[in-house]
């Protein structure tokens, strides 16, 4: 079975092995990278692991492109890839996104064992916030990120609404990849067996556009959730800010953004079984002297750059504005809930 996920990048060097290593152990075995201006060596590290047969890298077509809608343009040229149509199934998700499975042995394998008519699935992200952590280090995500918004929605308006990718299979007939979730054309829209993450069927409208979120009671993580790693720390904001808008060049990551996912009420640890096995595979690629230069170069180049950044005033100020919006909302017992 190939099992494809599609993904555009920039300057997320320290994080790569971490993501790909995980997402290999679960049963993704066919990876689209895409990668534009980059500077941190993310590009590199990509060659690389191409050359090792592990992902497939291509330049992001808005290189040539007059605009800056890097996302955007990733889903028109997959959209005319054939690979796609040799695959049994397709992802289309970012890099600081980890699919975590919650039934079975937490493999694509027991999710689609515990789904077996799904043809689409959606699964809703679930927003993990900075957890108080402030320096930017090399250790694993999700080890080290365990703060998240509630699983449960108790809330309504904006904040009841959440974000969500979708598993796609060729049987499902998709006229389109989208970011969110496929296109159908009418006549397929109807009939294909379109569920969520607890097996509930999605709703009908929507399904020859494009649903991006959902709202209770389809908000569900019984079987699988997409755990989203916004911020990181602190520093790694910076660094995010300074990168840009990977879909809107003039909107980069403020303080409106900060809040909006330094989301710490509660916690979760449903993927910490693969701590180890991500650890243990992040060392096998790092045997190759290649990616070991390539990522330590990564890490340290992240390092040098958020040290420069904290001395530019406007960086200096949304440093220290994240850590008091942050500590407002944070107790001697933990956060205080946002969501």
Known sequence: MRITSVTPMKDEGPFILEWLAYHRLIGFNDFIVFTNDCSDGTDRMLDRLDELGLVRHLPNPSMMMDHGRHHWAVLEYVNHMGRLKRSDWVFSFDVDEFLCIKTGDGTLGALFDALPEAEAISVNQLIFGSGGERNFEDRLQIERFTRCQYLEVTSTGRRARRGLKTLTSRAAGMARLSNHSPRFDEARAATVKWVNAAGMDMPMEGRTTEIKTLDAPLIRH???????????????????????????????????????????????????????????????????PEIDALHRAAVEHHRTRIAELKTDPHYAHLYKRSRIVHERTWDADGPIAKD
């Open 222 to 288: 019984d079987l699988a959730q997409l755990n989203h790693y916004a911020l990181r720390s602190a520093d790694s904001f910076l660094m995010q800010s300074a990168r840009g808008n990977a879909n809107h060049p003039d909107k980069a990551a403020s303080m409106t953004y900060w809040r909006r996912y330094d989301l710490n009420a509660t916690r979760d640890r449903s993927i910490a079984r693969w701590i180890e096995p991500v650890r243990a595979e992040i060392a096998r690629m790092r045997e190759d």
